[in-house]
């Protein structure tokens, strides 16, 4: 087990910015970073690889993948995992954020991706936004969504917070955080009560509708109100107004999948559209918005533990078989560990080295110091990335790579499931290397000798391997500014909108079904108490970007630096004023931060942000728990005390 020297972290204060790594660099005897030649970093980088693999076996070895990089590095990543190292032990920020949403749909419809289109948000005639602050987290898509209310579509807003999307909606519908499941099945109770359900389509698409329909029975309007907090009448007026649309577009973020049960959240969202037939139709499906530029691309490409590229399923022995001819490998017949197990193996002792690229979970994962204590037990750390992040910090050998966004050649595939070019700009600075090319320079190291000449040769390979992607030449991508997956053929522009089998003739359907899913509410774990009386929820705010290390090195003429958010009612009872610094504890640490005022918060609810953790590290105070389906945690229901700081004496 490795000793501690790694675990002592320096932390930056405000006016510190992050700076581009333009130079490999390796641990010395001293046990601090220096700089290392190429040579140097990848001999020693390819040595601790090997001796994990050959010293404790195949699984004690594990990738975190990136997905703010192109599809064709992430291809390139798990292929090095399952072909150099032999392990399925693959995953990426889709954990942190949309794993359940994958999870979800792929167990209803086959495949993880959204079922719409961004055109179809914008022609639609009701948009239900469920969790989702989509103007501050994915304000691209907003202006899509703002289209659609132009163009005459209402619009709910269901979320703890009044948020800044919810200012737009025709109704906000302020839940008690962590009951979403026991809304949706009120939801779902009404429309079956009022006669609005879709029988056509239950009976030729569905099954499980008589199971469903009896767990949502005891979800009567004044139980409802009495858990969630919204007023009966506005569940009543949500659930006509979705179940008599035309057409309906359901869409969510984080507010759903960062929940211990989050699975089951997203499985609840996806009944109400089996429920009314708001699936498989133009201007009807279900949008869960990915956060960065290549999340959704991250998965298909094959950086998870379960599915290899194209969302094949890697328990298929005629899906294993067809990689491993291509591939001239062997693959696990198992799936591998996902990032929380992975934490949870190193705990354990038996995951002994980790390749992380382009993230950082030393600041993103929940109860972010247990993730150190934990990352600082691995016998070998490399970390390639294009700035020194925290968990950059407690690595052997650090590894420059260039930025996906202007630096390199390839493609990215957005929540519309749209494949598009991305094209290199400028070059990395210093001696920063492409991410494609390391992972090659590696796998050399390692006894496969990878010479891809660009990522275009990378894609075409993908393309061979994932049927959903083999009609997207580079060509084809650019002539028609990018395309939808399935496209399995040349001739074809992939479809605008997903699952339009369902509402083929039943005899059509028969073993491709969509179940209903039966789940049931189940609290959050961190309880409210006297000690730890006030809900903390987090979230994203418009001006930065996950943990800071890109955004946090500008001047933004934007509200800047961490707050923790109280309600005015909590102001008052607390005794805080505007701008005071109070100390926030959970029950797994306690950070300090300036009031922020906001009148969109209820009372006993307060916000905060990961954004700015060199500040203020928000995820020490959040809570492991995690979806078991998923394993995605809980960040977004963290139990909190707020506690005056004592007054300073002896000043003027």
Partial sequence: MKDNRRTGRRDRGPAESYTRITHPLIRGADGQLHRASWDEALDRAARGFAAARDEHGVNAFGMFSCARATNEMNYVAQKFTRVVMGTNNVDS??????????????????????????????????????GS????????????????????????????????????????????????????????????????????????????????????????????????????????????????????????TLGITEHH???????????????????????????????????????????????????????????????????DTVIQPRKGLNLTTMLDAIERGSLKAVYCIGENPAQSEADSEHTVQRLGMLDHLVVQDIFLTKTAELADVVLPASAAWCETDGTATNSERRVQRVRKAVSPPGEARDDIAILCDLAARLGHDWKYTDAEEVWNELR?????????????????????????????????????????????????????????????????????PIRLTTGRRLDSYNTGVQSGSYASPLRRGETIELSPEDAVAYGVAPGETV??????????????????????????????PDEVDTNQLTIEATCPIAGTAEYKATAVRIDRLPALTGTR
Avoid at 94 to 110: E, I, K, Y
Avoid at 185 to 214: K, M
Avoid at 228 to 244: C, K, N, Q, S
Avoid at 586 to 591: A, K, T, W
Wanted: hydrophobic share 40%.
């Fill in 464 to 532: 061979a391997v994932s049927p959903a992607h083999y009609g997207m030449t580079y060509d084809r991508l650019t002539e028609h500014h990018g395309l939808q997956w399935p496209c399995p053929d040349t001739d074809e522009v992939g479809p605008t909108y997903l699952h339009g089998r369902l509402w083929r003739p039943e005899r059509e359907l028969r073993g491709v079904l969509a179940p209903f899913g039966i789940v049931k509410h189940d609290p959050p774990v961190d309880l409210l108490d006297d000690t730890y």
């Fill in 133 to 252: 602050n989509a103007r501050f987290a994915h304000p691209i898509f907003f202006q899509h969504v703002l289209k659609g209310v132009r163009n005459g579509a209402r619009m709910y807003a269901v979320d703890p917070r009044r948020t800044s999307t919810a200012q737009w909606a025709d109704r906000w519908l302020g839940l008690n955080v962590g009951t979403d499941i026991p809304l949706a099945h009120a939801v779902a109770r009404e429309i079956i009560h009022a006669g609005l359900a879709n029988s056509a389509f239950i009976e030729r698409a569905t099954s499980g509708y008589q199971e469903f329909a009896a767990e949502v029975e005891p979800w009567t309007l004044p139980v409802a109100e009495a858990v969630t907090g919204v007023p009966a009448e506005a569940i009543r007026e949500l659930a006509h107004a979705y179940a008599t649309a035309e057409r309906a577009q359901l869409c969510w």
């Fill in 261 to 327: 049960n989050a699975t089951d959240n997203v499985r609840a969202l996806i009944n109400l559209s089996l429920l009314t037939g708001h699936v498989g139709r133009f201007g009807s499906g279900l949008q869960p918005l990915r956060g960065q530029n290549n999340v959704q691309g991250g998965g298909d490409m094959g950086a998870i533990p379960d599915r290899l590229p194209g969302f094949q399923d890697v328990l298929d022995p005629a899906v294993r078989a067809k990689f491993e001819t291509a591939w």
């Fill in 583 to 612: 100390r926030i504890s959970s029950r797994r640490g306690e950070v300090t931060a300036p009031v922020w005022i906001d009148p969109a918060l209820r009372p006993g609810l307060a916000f905060m942000t990961m954004h700015f």
């Fill in 93 to 130: 920020c889709n954990r942190t954020c949309h794993a359940p949403s994958v999870a979800g749909l792929s167990a209803v419809f086959g495949s993880g991706g959204g079922t719409s289109s961004y055109q179809e948000v914008e022609e639609t005639d009701l948009i239900v936004m469920w």
